[in-house]
């Protein structure tokens, strides 16, 4: 079982720029695949990034793509959100999500996913 605990969220001028975290406990980091997904009030929670277990392959919601990059380093149980150009829609709560895979495959539905963190605000200003 692992604990993700997220971190680096805030307020942020459109066009500006954050870099989420998200550490992970445990010793098996390097067997799960990791995601990041966001909710907005009111809305459903929905995928914005994820990244296999070696870190070969992302995915990318098209909402963001071009803007955010998802990385890992296996070796400090780490996975980051770099994100860029915000806009005032990606306002939302920002959680860090993980399960168990060591295959390539990228999984993007949030019931795909068994452990969560307790999330992150992130506000766009206009």
């Known amino acids: 079982q692992v604990q993700l605990v997220e971190s680096g969220g805030g307020l942020v001028q459109a066009g500006g720029s954050l870099r989420l975290s998200c550490a992970a406990s445990g010793r098996t980091f390097d067997t799960y695949t990791m995601a990041w997904f966001r909710q907005a009030p009111g809305k459903e929670r929905e995928f914005v990034a994820c990244v296999t277990w070696s870190g070969d392959n992302a995915g990318y919601a098209d909402s963001v793509k071009g803007r955010f990059t998802i990385s890992r380093d296996n070796a400090k149980n780490t996975v980051w959100l770099q994100m860029v150009s915000l806009k005032p829609e990606d306002t939302a709560v920002y959680y860090c999500?993980?399960?168990?895979?060591?295959?390539?495959?990228?999984?993007?539905?949030?019931?795909?996913?068994?452990?969560w963190g307790q999330g992150t605000q992130v506000t766009v200003s206009s």
């Open positions: 999500a993980g399960r168990i895979s060591i295959s390539e495959t990228l999984f993007r539905q949030p019931a795909q996913y068994a452990y």
